[in-house]
C-alpha cells in the first residue's frame, strides 16, 4: 500500500530519498527549513548536481506524488512515515552535532498525528535511534510512534542510481517493543519495489543498523588510506602502484575497489563519520586506534599534494598555480571537506596565486574562498600563464585533457597530477615535469 511520508531536509540525502520514495509510488512531502531552497525545488529545480535527479523529480512532482514545502508540522500532521535526513556535521571534538536533528524532533512530536513511524536516514552514533525513541516518548506520551534506523549508502554522482539498485537496505527497528513489528510491515510496503526486485535486506535492532553504516564508511576510507601509504611508499622505492593495486585487486578477498590513490579521502561523510565512530569508541572505553591512524594519515595525504607543488616549483611563493577539480571526487559538485580545500589554503598561506576550474564545483567552491582565487569556467582560462598545474579531481574532461596546449598555455612546466588521471609519458613528452602518486 502506497505510503503518505514526510522526508524532513532536502539535501542529498534527502531529495534524492524523496523523489526516489515518491516513484516507487508513495505520496512523499520534502520539507526544509530553507525557504529559497523549497521553492525553487517546487519549480522543478533540482539544486544539486546528481545525474538523472531532474527527471525523477519532474515527473513525481507532475504526478501529484510528490511535493516540498516549508509547512515542517503540517506535513508530519499527514504523514504514516516520517523520514530525518537532516545533515549531522562533526563539532570540534569530533562528536556528531545532533542539532539539526534534535529541531526535527521537536517537530515531529509537536505534528505527529496517529501511529507514526520515524525513520532516521541521518548517519547517526551509535545509540541515537533508541535515544530519539525516548525524547519523542517523554514530549508526547499519547503519541503512537516507532522508530526505524534506515542508514543511506548512496555515492553522491550516482545517487539515482544507487538509490533504486541499493546492495543491500539495512533497517534496524525496535525489535523488543510490539509497535516495531508494526514499523517493520510499512518499511516493507515502503521500499515494495525494491522486494521485489530481490534487494538483499537486512532486519536488524537500532545499535546494529547504526554501527553497520560507520563501520561501513571507516573500512572504506581505511581502505583508501593504505593504498595511499602504499603509493607513497612505491614513490620512495620506485614501484608503480597502479600495477600494486591492479594486482591487489585481482584476489577476490581485497576486490579492486576503493583502490585508486589520490590526494586523501574528503566529502561529507567519510570525514566526519570517520571521527565520530572513534569518538564513540572513546565514549565506551574501546580502542579504536586503526580509524584514528586513518583519520591522521589522511591529513598528511592532503598535505603532501602541497608540499610536491613547492618542491617541483622550487617554491610557490609568488607563482601561479592552475588547480583543476574542486569538487571531492568526480561527478558532484560538493566540495564538502574536498582535498582541494586543503591544498588551496596551503598554497595560499605560503605565497601562490592560485586559479582554479571545475566542471560543476565552481560556486560552491567560491562560497568558501570568495576573491581569495580566480575562478574560470574553462580548463584553458585557468591554465594560462601558470607555473604549475596541479589535478585534484577525475573528472573525465581532465583524463583527456589536450596537455600540448596546456603545455603552450602555461608560463612553467610543473605538473602535479594529485589523481593519476593523465599519462605521465605523454605528459614528460610534452615537455612537463611531472608528479603523480605512488608511480
Ligand atoms: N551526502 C551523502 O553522500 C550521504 C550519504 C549517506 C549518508 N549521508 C548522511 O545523510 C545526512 C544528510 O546528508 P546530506 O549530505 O544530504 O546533508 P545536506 O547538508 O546536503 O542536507 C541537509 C538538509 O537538511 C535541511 N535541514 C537541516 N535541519 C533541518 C530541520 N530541522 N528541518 C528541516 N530541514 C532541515 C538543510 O537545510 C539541508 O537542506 C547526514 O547525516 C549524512 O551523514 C550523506
Request: aromatic share 8%.
Amino acid at each position: 500500500m502506497a505510503q503518505r511520508i514526510t522526508v524532513i531536509g532536502t539535501g542529498y540525502v534527502g531529495l534524492v530519498s524523496a523523489v526516489g520514495l515518491a516513484d516507487f509510488g508513495n505520496y512523499v512531502t520534502g520539507v526544509d527549513i530553507d525557504t529559497a531552497k523549497v521553492e525553487r525545488l517546487s519549480a522543478g529545480d533540482t539544486v544539486i548536481f546528481e545525474h538523472g535527479l531532474a527527471e525523477y523529480q519532474r515527473r513525481n512532482l507532475d504526478a501529484g506524488r510528490l511535493r516540498f514545502t516549508t509547512d515542517i508540522r503540517g506535513a508530519i500532521n499527514r504523514s504514516d512515515i516520517v523520514f530525518i535526513a537532516v545533515g549531522t556535521p562533526d563539532r570540534e571534538d569530533g562528536s556528531a552535532d545532533l542539532s539539526f536533528l534534535e529541531r526535527a524532533l521537536e517537530d515531529i512530536a509537536a505534528g505527529a498525528d496517529g501511529f507514526t513511524v520515524v525513520v532516521t536516514k541521518s548517519t547517526v552514533p551509535v545509540g541515537t535511534n533508541r535515544w530519539i525513541g525516548e525524547e519523542l516518548r517523554r514530549r508526547r506520551p499519547e503519541a503512537e510512534l516507532s522508530v526505524v534506523s534506515n542508514p543511506e549508502f548512496l555515492r553522491e554522482g550516482r545517487a539515482i542510481h544507487d538509490f533504486f539498485h541499493p546492495d543491500r537496505l539495512v533497517i534496524g527497528y525496535e525489535t523488543e517493543r510490539p509497535e516495531g513489528a508494526r514499523a517493520r510491515e510499512r518499511m516493507e510496503d515502503v521500499y515494495r519495489a525494491l522486494y521485489l526486485i530481490e534487494t538483499p535486506m537486512v532486519w536488524c535492532n537500532l545499535e546494529t543498523a547504526e554501527l553497520i553504516k560507520y563501520a561501513s564508511n571507516a573500512f572504506l576510507a581505511t581502505k583508501i588510506t593504505f593504498i595511499n601509504q602504499m603509493a607513497n611508499l612505491a614513490e620512495a622505492c620506485g614501484a608503480d602502484i597502479h600495477a600494486v593495486a591492479k594486482t591487489m585487486g585481482m584476489d577476490g578477498r581485497i576486490s579492486s575497489k576503493f583502490l585508486h590513490p589520490g590526494p586523501g579521502y574528503g566529502g561529507s561523510c567519510f570525514p566526519k563519520d570517520t571521527k565520530a565512530i572513534a569518538n564513540t569508541g572513546s565514549r565506551h572505553g574501546v580502542t579504536m586506534s586503526v580509524i584514528e591512524e586513518v583519520i591522521a594519515a589522511n591529513e598528511q595525504q592532503k598535505a603532501r599534494i602541497a608540499d610536491k607543488v613547492e618542491r617541483l616549483t622550487g617554491g610557490v611563493s609568488g607563482k601561479n598555480v592552475a588547480v583543476l577539480g574542486l569538487a571531492f571526487k568526480s561527478e558532484t559538485d560538493d566540495v564538502r571537506e574536498s582535498p582541494a580545500i586543503t591544498v588551496v589554503e596551503r598554497l595560499l598561506s605560503w605565497g601562490a596565486r592560485v586559479s582554479v576550474h571545475d566542471p560543476q564545483a565552481l560556486a560552491n567552491f567560491r562560497g568558501i574562498f570568495e576573491d581569495r582565487v580566480s575562478y574560470h569556467e574553462s580548463e584553458f582560462a585557468a591554465i594560462e600563464g601558470a607555473d604549475c598545474l596541479v589535478i585534484l579531481t577525475e573528472w573525465n574532461e581532465y583524463r583527456n585533457l589536450d596537455l600540448a596546449r596546456a603545455r603552450e598555455l602555461m608560463a612553467g612546466d610543473a605538473l602535479v597530477d594529485g589523481r593519476n588521471a593523465l599519462d605521465p609519458e605523454q605528459a614528460r613528452e610534452v615537455g612537463f615535469r611531472y608528479i603523480g602518486v605512488g608511480r
